[in-house]
């Protein structure tokens, strides 16, 4: 006979129970940034194609399997291996000065003997788009555009263009090559690589960056100076084809195996940094998230999978042969979401969510709430490597980060673990940990993704 | 007939009144930030006897003579060029990574195929001079002392022995090469270089710094690895003597032209920044200073001699010289001081007066006390290219900045324009030109230094 005062918790009261009972064992663990500083230190450059990215494959088969997921495997993705090789910048006249440099992912290599030609800046993209061929046929054009710093990095969308169109639009007007004003916050002569791309239809020239107290100098010379003569030699190169992996773990649900709640990270960086922010840091929560789930409350009932992709820094790749290894199942991901903006505080639950079910999420926010995080809005796609399963129809929600300081960072050779505060990326890890149980262990169904 | 209410300045209240209408122009002038920033673009990088260490000179006599001291000159320095070519550390196992790693200034190369050796770590100098040569021997020695941060840079004293006395103690034990953790209170990937020594009863080895993340991350492989293997190869050089030059400028006393008011800073710079902070914002305070007086007051009674030192990087060898050239006026000098701490606002006075004369400089006090600045010690060496003075019975002082970030970005080639703020330039500025004012136009003489 039970006791007169059993009380069952309702279902919105178990699940607030469960997602504070992660919370609670999130607190006293350091798993996430464990995780990170085994794969940066233990590995570090891993740029797609790279024998730093083949261990890091062999690091993270190993890191699922230690951590005890009931499966771990792998997804073969093909990816074009490019190498950064030497890159050197200097002006020749009048101020004879080295300007720290480096090239743009896969830009093609100068001649071997360099280029030395006039400088040509622009305040940005949009400036050189409307200049004559008269102005920049022959020179190198250099794009100097400073980027604001904010929480929710939103500058980087309105910069990135001079890093991945320069080229393009330089080559139309007959430049010889492109330098741009690194894409980053700092002030510092780190210089911030990324890919860039070309056009079949338009000549392609060599693109690197400058750091910003380069450009900077570049800039202060242009205030007394018109005749800028600059040298550059940068001998990067396509490497060929190569074999990555998306590298998958899974503890697989009790009650619906067949549903299944996606949380990711990239497992590739630039070749400069150890990749601790970009995403060493998202590597390390969501691996966290999901282990903290599984050891707290046992097996999940829907199935839990952490995909780390390959090749997401030159183009999603690894997320685009995700999408077609699983075309026939793709319904069946109750919601997908990636971790790929460093290890700053989570301030704001975005979701895309069928608007119908949105609101029956009701403990899941009420829990955020408690750690001061709001919800934002309807219509994230959830970071680059899910974004595109809301077209498929996939939910996805991004728990959005502090990125004040991300772009000081992204993409230089100062990406390094020493950037990661253990007490952020735990709180990072304790939001995915109850996201993760609340999805995985309640009837919550948000799909389909509304279609924007 | 004089009006009534004539009424006559005492000395004291003639002298505040000269600071304080030099500390009004300088509120109105950025010269200091302009002469920097002339320096750092048009000149940039300036190791003692390179072409930029030329140029500087003919860009120090230029810039002197545009501002219209009465007389430039200058005074021949003999020095060792030295060059840093190139430098490569890596991890060969069992985690391999490339490790950010500069050559010591006045290192030797490795042999041009590089060491290949075992590493082995110690917490700081005392602990490898404890070691045995069973422990050291024929392998790479990492130093990995931490600095922390402080106002007046105080820990710096403390690790720099790692720098300059590093090659010297593992080689007495056998090693094939030292690397140290940078000298440095920055957390990034910019190694610091500096000045080390050679023992001639000791074998020479090559010797590096890593930058701290490098440290981090090597440290954080001996976490689990006891056996580490580095590969190394520095091709630096000694490029034979050079001439360079003590570059003097002078605004001749009306009244006492032999009695000089000494200011300074050093020309040459580490040759991988472009010595903004070390020592571009020095020469930019002392010459603005020293141009803010005469323009403000008229010719000084005494002569202010600005001193911009040459080689001061490599050991003084400008000062010593300075010293030899004028070892029978140096007598002269009412006082000598120099700028060579970055461009950190000025938090106290500190002072090698002789104690008699040292409080009938009361009004100078006063006027410092309005600002902020605090009367320190009588016991300061005035700063390094000025220290050998005080044996000289020359009195000094210092005007000591705050260096919370100087040692972030001493020695590194992120020593550029964009780390000096304005405001505090022009507060530096202020201030010496106040100090200046007083000096030259009061009849207040500390001579001679105390003998401490």
């Known amino acids: 006979m039970a006791p007169a005062n059993t009380y069952e918790l309702s279902p919105y009261e178990a699940s607030l129970a469960q997602m504070d009972a992660v919370k609670k064992a999130s607190q006293n663990s350091d798993l996430s940034y464990e995780v990170v500083k085994s794969l940066t230190v233990e590995v570090g450059p891993r740029i797609p194609g790279s024998a730093g990215d083949k261990r890091a494959v062999a690091w993270a088969e190993a890191k699922l399997n230690e951590l005890g997921f009931d499966k771990v495997y792998k997804q073969a993705v093909r990816v074009r291996n490019w190498e950064r090789g030497f890159a050197d910048a200097r002006v020749v006249s009048p101020f004879p000065q080295e300007l720290v440099i480096t090239a743009l992912g896969g830009s093609i290599a100068t001649p071997e003997k360099g280029i030395e030609a006039p400088v040509v800046m622009f305040a940005d993209l949009e400036s ?6 008269a102005e920049v046929a022959g020179k190198i054009v250099f794009l100097n555009t400073r980027m604001q710093r904010d929480r929710a990095g939103k500058f980087y969308g309105r910069v990135v263009p ?50 910003t107290a380069d450009a900077d100098n570049l800039e202060a010379m242009f205030e007394t100076q018109s005749d800028i003569v600059l040298s550059l030699n940068m001998q990067a190169k396509e490497a060929g084809w190569q074999t990555s992996y998306n590298v998958i773990g899974e503890f697989t649900g009790t009650e619906k195996p067949d549903e299944i709640v996606l949380i990711s990270a990239h ?15 998202g590597v390390g929560i969501v691996t966290a998230a999901a282990k903290l789930v599984k050891e707290t409350l046992g097996q999940p009932k829907r199935t839990v999978r952490v995909v780390l992709y390959a090749a997401e820094e030159i183009g999603l790749v690894g997320a685009y042969q995700y999408v077609r290894d699983n075309k026939d199942t793709l319904e069946n991901i109750i919601m997908a979401a990636e971790s790929d903006f460093g290890a700053g505080q989570i301030y704001q639950l975005d979701t895309r969510f069928d608007p119908a079910a949105r609101m029956q999420a009701g403990a899941l926010y009420q829990a955020l709430e408690d750690m001061g ?80």
């Open 162 to 211: 001079n890093r991945v169109n320069g080229a393009v639009q330089a080559a139309k007007l007959g430049a010889q090559a492109v330098i741009i004003r690194s894409v980053g916050t700092d002030n510092s002569r780190f210089a911030h690589t990324g890919v860039m791309r070309y056009d079949d239809d338009v000549a392609k020239i060599p693109a690197g960056a400058i750091s």
């Open 128 to 133: 050189l788009t409307q200049a004559s061929s």
């Open 373 to 452: 995080i709001t919800l934002g809005n309807n219509t994230t796609n959830g970071g680059p490597d899910v974004s595109m399963l809301p077209a498929q129809g996939v939910p996805v929600i991004a728990l959005r980060q502090d990125g004040t300081y991300y772009f000081d960072y992204h993409h230089t050779a100062n990406d390094t673990l020493d950037k990661i505060k253990p007490e952020d990326i735990q709180q990072n890890q304790s939001v995915w940990a109850m996201v993760t149980a609340f999805m995985a262990n309640t009837d919550f169904d948000p799909r389909p993704a509304p279609q924007l």
């Open 267 to 281: 497992l590739d960086s630039w070749d400069e940094g150890t990749g601790a922010l970009d995403d060493g840091a």
